[in-house]
Antibody, heavy 124, light 112 residues
Framework: QVQLQESGPGLVKPSQTLSLTCAVS??????????WNWIRQPAGKGLEWLGR???????YYHPSLKSRVTLSVDTSKNHLSLRLNSVTAADSAIYYC????????????????WGRGTLVTVSS | QSVLTQPPSVSGAPGQRVTISCTGS?????????VHWYQQLPGKAPKLLIY???NRPSGVPDRFSASKSGTSASLAITGLQAEDEADYYC????????????FGGGTKLTVL
């Protein structure tokens, strides 16, 4: 059974860098079948896609966050990481990692597996 | 930036049928990208409900169905049950700028 588990500091100070890790168990990131994504959800609000990474390290980011987000993957540890710099209160949210399975075209992939999410609060 | 528009809320009595719309644009749903739907129960992570416009993953009841036409899509739930009370999100892709994944704002379904 494949599982995703996010982890990281629950509290980050404004202007600092948010760093999270997603451990993948039951499957290998190196399999090369899936994209691995980060999605966030502010309290009481909707979902926002942050970006995705392939096992090769190829990344795609949301245009509005591209300047602040960095995704990476460590195939030896079978986990992926998110770094979001210069955070503000608006970055407070539950952060999810999610696996994206192939669709018919590059724009047709869908999120078939989600982690439970980790709450990050940006506050001094 | 492009958006997917959903009604903030819908409601229905047990046993009834409800639909949730998802309206995109010519650079998202109208560009023939697939629409997927997710169900988020209170306090839980989202769960894949429909993929590829109208396909149900294993374990999802056939009370859930979806369709797509033009720049819009819709999710239908028949035989409404109390356990269906949740937030529902549509998701597609937008090929403007450098291309990105797009979520609808979500619809809160209340079972009366």
């Amino acid at each position: 059974q494949v599982q995703l588990q996010e982890s990281g500091p629950g509290l980050v100070k404004p202007s600092q860098t948010l760093s999270l890790t997603c451990a993948v168990s039951g499957d290998s990131i190196s399999s090369g079948v899936y994209f691995w994504n980060w999605i966030r959800q502010p309290a009481g609000k909707g979902l926002e896609w942050l970006g995705r990474i392939y096992s090769s390290g190829s990344t795609y980011y949301h245009p509005s966050l591209k300047s602040r987000v960095t995704l990476s993957v460590d195939t030896s540890k079978n986990h992926l990481s998110l770094r979001l710099n210069s955070v503000t209160a608006a970055d407070s949210a539950i952060y999810y990692c999610a696996r994206q399975s192939p669709g018919t075209g590059i724009g047709d992939w869908y999120f078939d597996l989600w982690g439970r999410g980790t709450l990050v609060t940006v506050s001094s | 930036q492009s958006v997917l528009t959903q009604p903030p809320s819908v409601s229905g009595a047990p046993g009834q049928r409800v639909t949730i719309s998802c309206t995109g644009s010519s650079s998202s749903i109208g560009a023939d990208y697939d629409v997927h739907w997710y169900q988020q129960l209170p306090g839980k992570a989202p769960k894949l409900l429909i993929y590829g416009n109208n396909n149900r993953p294993s374990g999802v009841p056939d009370r859930f169905s979806a369709s797509k036409s033009g720049t819009s899509a819709s999710l239908a739930i028949t035989g409404l049950q109390a356990e269906d009370e949740a937030d529902y999100y549509c998701q597609s892709y937008d090929d403007s700028l450098s291309g990105y994944v797009l979520f609808g704002g979500g619809t809160k379904l209340t079972v009366l």
